[in-house]
């Protein structure tokens, strides 16, 4: 969807204070960047290119939690696997990695 031209009826941030500027409409596609080299940013943080995919970036195995009773009858919940479980706390770190290089999560 391409920005609406001045004159066709619609502005765009035209500097009024307590507007919300709606992008898009129902029924059609929005697109923020239109390729992996585009640079994107949020809250004003410096736009950047999409990050490139991670090294630890590994479909985790999937598997049920496993329980270990401790002394008295409390669970104590975990992974099957350190590899599950290493995984698992990569895959978080290049979620907050992410986020923050785009501003939208804060450093």
Do not use: C, F, K
């Not at 307590?18 to 129902?26: D, P």
């Not at 949020?42 to 195995?61: D, E, L």
């Amino acid at each position: 969807m391409a920005l609406p031209a001045i004159g066709d009826g619609e502005q765009i941030g035209d500097g009024n204070l307590n507007e919300t500027l709606n992008v898009g409409r129902a029924g059609q596609p929005l697109q923020l960047g239109g390729s992996a080299s585009a640079l994107v940013g949020a809250y004003g943080a410096t736009p950047v290119v999409q990050r490139a995919t991670a090294a630890s970036h590994t479909t985790i195995a999937t598997s049920v939690a496993v329980s270990t009773l401790t002394t008295g009858s409390a669970s104590t919940w975990g992974y099957s696997t350190s590899t599950q479980a290493n995984q698992v706390t990569a895959a978080v770190a290049e979620i907050q990695a992410t986020l923050v290089a785009l501003g939208i999560w804060a450093a």
